[in-house]
């Protein structure tokens, strides 16, 4: 999740996604991820597509900026070797579908950025009272915020992949805990930023995702669940 936008960016504009200067993995990554920006575009949210030019080592592959009220989903891919990381054991078929459910991913954080709600609690839920602001470590107060925020984004992406590839997703979702599981306390472990685990059992089972509504509305619901038990 990126905060500031980088500068030295190369504005790439759908649907022309295989344009001049692209590598193949970057057009791979787009026309993966293009489902989802066309979507995110006919609900209203302002998504831009930037390619980094430069080697971006150590960068998320994948992050989503917020400047001047529009969403500026970033790719870093060019001398990252995180950008093979995050893939690795999952057959090159099954590739595409896991770049498409990290673009839910970031158009999830989009949405929460273009309503106004980031760092909101869902209407109505009351936090108890222990865990209120001035309860916590300043420290402990972002961690949990970044969680909750990415909870919400993972459930983002299981729901559109279920939708979309109801078949498929239980791979989706084995990949989704490996990654989480795999980062330990600085991606995934128990009591980190990213540490999602509990929103993600939530996503397994039948019934978990009602098709029918938008895959906002229906992170919206298991968020809410998860949240009574995030501390």
Not at 18 to 27: C, K, N, R, S
Not at 50 to 66: E, K, S, T
């Amino acid at each position: 999740m990126l905060k500031p936008l980088l500068l030295m960016s190369l504005l790439i504009v759908l649907p022309a996604v295989a344009g001049p200067g692209l590598t193949d993995l970057e057009t791979r990554w787009l026309q993966a991820g293009q489902p989802v920006i066309t979507f995110a575009r006919a609900q209203g949210l302002p998504v831009d597509i930037i390619v980094q030019p430069q080697d971006a080592p150590g960068a998320v592959p994948l992050a989503l900026g917020y400047e001047g009220a529009r969403c500026k989903l970033v790719l870093s891919l060019r001398g990252n070797a995180q950008a093979d990381s995050v893939l690795q054991g999952v057959p090159p078929a099954r590739q595409g579908l896991m770049m498409e459910a990290m673009t839910a991913h970031e158009i999830g954080h989009c949405q929460r950025y273009a309503q106004g709600d980031w760092h909101a609690l869902p209407r109505g839920f009351v936090e108890p009272r222990s865990m209120q602001w001035g309860r916590l470590t300043p420290l402990a107060q972002e961690l949990r915020e970044t969680r909750r925020e990415e909870g919400y984004a993972d459930l983002v992406a299981l729901a559109w992949m279920h939708a979309r590839h109801p078949g498929q997703y239980q791979q989706v979702l084995a990949w989704m805990r490996g990654v989480r599981a795999a980062g330990g306390a600085a991606d995934g472990g128990v009591g980190s930023s990213h540490a999602t685990q509990g929103w993600l059992a939530l996503a397994d089972g039948e019934g978990a995702f009602d098709d029918s509504a938008s895959p906002f509305e229906q992170a919206q619901v298991l968020w809410r669940k998860g949240l009574s038990g995030d501390k």
